[in-house]
């Protein structure tokens, strides 16, 4: 089967991620132009021939999060309006994710929202990664395909050869996230109920598992101010945990969260590049970094070539 070119592009939220996926393909980023205008819209144009081609677009929605949004969706209607053959959107961290379901009165739906608008401006398919709940995917009318970072951390974790070690979710809503680690490392799981009182807040109240004496690994899929993440720390070393090590798909990283996991006392923190991490590292010397972009590459050329992505977690 004769397939279109394939070309990858990204915005301005994370050109480094799109380098490292288009190094693994061996194919050179495409050409575009994005800049504000003096009252901060944005402009957007793609400087090279993109018809008939099977176009990849590099953006997550990530800081600052509502001009990334925006990108994305001006660069979609640029691609689509330029007869590209098809457009997906490759959005490594998806957010507004987290407002997922309507638990409080008057509230958005915003995970919604955004997919709605994402189809609208041309997205033909969506390429994304460790979702904050996976039914977002049929928050979408359109092909989504759902990668996981597990095979990146599970790597690590392997190398790092960490003896007596149980895997810690740091709320309920993440145990199918610790068990399908910890049963591909072998180890058992331990589990910390909380409760949230405000929005990046939320209170300690238990910790169901044997941790005392054991090497611990929190598992989490966002770690924005890390507060939660902290106070499972303080939690679990409370309980006789001996060392700490936590790991987050999504390193947002905001207000204060740098300054925490520095000052508390986890070992290391591994993070994925979903969202830029260069400056984060220079100020958090604890940060372990582990790079996406062969997943992500890989996904890509399987759907450029319509074979399996499942089969990457085989």
């Given at each position: 089967?004769?397939?279109a070119e394939l070309k990858i592009f990204c915005g301005r939220a994370h050109p480094a991620l799109a380098a490292e996926i288009c190094d693994y393909l061996g194919?050179?980023?495409?050409?575009?132009?994005?800049?504000?205008?003096?009252?901060?819209?944005?402009?957007?144009?793609?400087?090279?021939?993109?018809?008939?081609?099977?176009?990849?677009?590099?953006?997550?929605?990530?800081?600052?999060?509502?001009?990334?949004?925006?990108?994305?969706?001006?660069?979609?209607?640029?691609?689509?309006?330029?007869?590209?053959?098809?457009?997906?959107?490759?959005?490594?961290?998806?957010?507004?994710?987290?407002?997922?379901?309507?638990?409080?009165?008057?509230?958005?739906?915003?995970?919604?929202?955004?997919?709605?608008?994402?189809?609208?401006?041309?997205?033909?398919?969506?390429?994304?990664?460790?979702?904050?709940?996976?039914?977002?995917?049929?928050?979408?009318?359109?092909?989504?395909?759902?990668?996981?970072?597990?095979?990146?951390?599970?790597?690590?974790?392997?190398?790092?050869?960490?003896?007596?070690?149980?895997?810690?979710?740091?709320?309920?809503?993440?145990?199918?996230?610790?068990?399908?680690?910890?049963?591909?490392?072998?180890?058992?799981?331990?589990?910390?109920?909380?409760?949230?009182?405000?929005?990046?807040?939320?209170?300690?109240?238990?910790?169901?598992?044997?941790?005392?004496?054991?090497?611990?690994?929190?598992?989490?899929?966002?770690?924005?101010?890390?507060?939660?993440?902290?106070?499972?720390?303080?939690?679990?070393?409370?309980?006789?945990?001996?060392?700490?090590?936590?790991?987050?798909?999504?390193?947002?990283?905001?207000?204060?969260?740098?300054?925490?996991?520095?000052?508390?006392?986890?070992?290391?923190?591994?993070?994925?590049?979903?969202?830029?991490?260069?400056?984060?590292?220079?100020?958090?010397?604890?940060?372990?970094?582990?790079?996406?972009?062969?997943?992500?590459?890989?996904?890509?050329?399987?759907?450029?070539?319509?074979?399996?992505?499942?089969?990457?977690?085989?």
């Amino acid at each position: 089967m004769t397939h279109a070119e394939l070309k990858i592009f990204c915005g301005r939220a994370h050109p480094a991620l799109a380098a490292e996926i288009c190094d693994y393909l061996g194919i050179e980023v495409g050409k575009l132009h994005a800049e504000n205008f003096s009252d901060g819209e944005i402009f957007c144009q793609i400087e090279e021939n993109v018809r008939g081609r099977d176009v990849f677009l590099v953006q997550p929605i990530t800081k600052p999060v509502n001009e990334t949004l925006v990108e994305l969706l001006i660069l979609l209607d640029a691609f689509r309006r330029s007869s590209a053959a098809r457009v997906t959107a490759v959005i490594p961290y998806y957010g507004y994710g987290r407002q997922d379901k309507k638990d409080q009165p008057r509230v958005a739906i915003t995970a919604k929202l955004v997919a709605n608008l994402i189809s609208g401006a041309g997205a033909e398919r969506v390429l994304t990664m460790d979702l904050h709940a996976l039914q977002i995917q049929g928050f979408f009318d359109i092909p989504v395909d759902h990668l996981f970072a597990a095979p990146v951390m599970l790597e690590a974790l392997s190398a790092m050869d960490i003896p007596d070690l149980v895997i810690v979710s740091p709320d309920a809503g993440g145990v199918a996230r610790a068990r399908a680690i910890a049963k591909r490392v072998g180890v058992g799981i331990a589990i910390v109920d909380k409760r949230r009182t405000a929005p990046n807040q939320a209170e300690v109240m238990n910790v169901v598992g044997d941790v005392e004496g054991r090497n611990l690994l929190i598992v989490d899929d966002i770690i924005d101010t890390a507060g939660t993440l902290v106070s499972t720390i303080e939690a679990l070393k409370a309980k006789g945990g001996r060392r700490i090590l936590a790991a987050g798909v999504h390193a947002i990283l905001s207000g204060p969260a740098l300054a925490r996991l520095e000052e508390s006392c986890v070992e290391r923190v591994l993070v994925t590049n979903t969202t830029p991490l260069e400056d984060k590292l220079a100020i958090c010397s604890k940060l372990e970094p582990l790079s996406v972009a062969p997943l992500l590459g890989e996904a890509i050329r399987r759907i450029h070539e319509d074979s399996s992505v499942s089969s990457l977690f085989v």
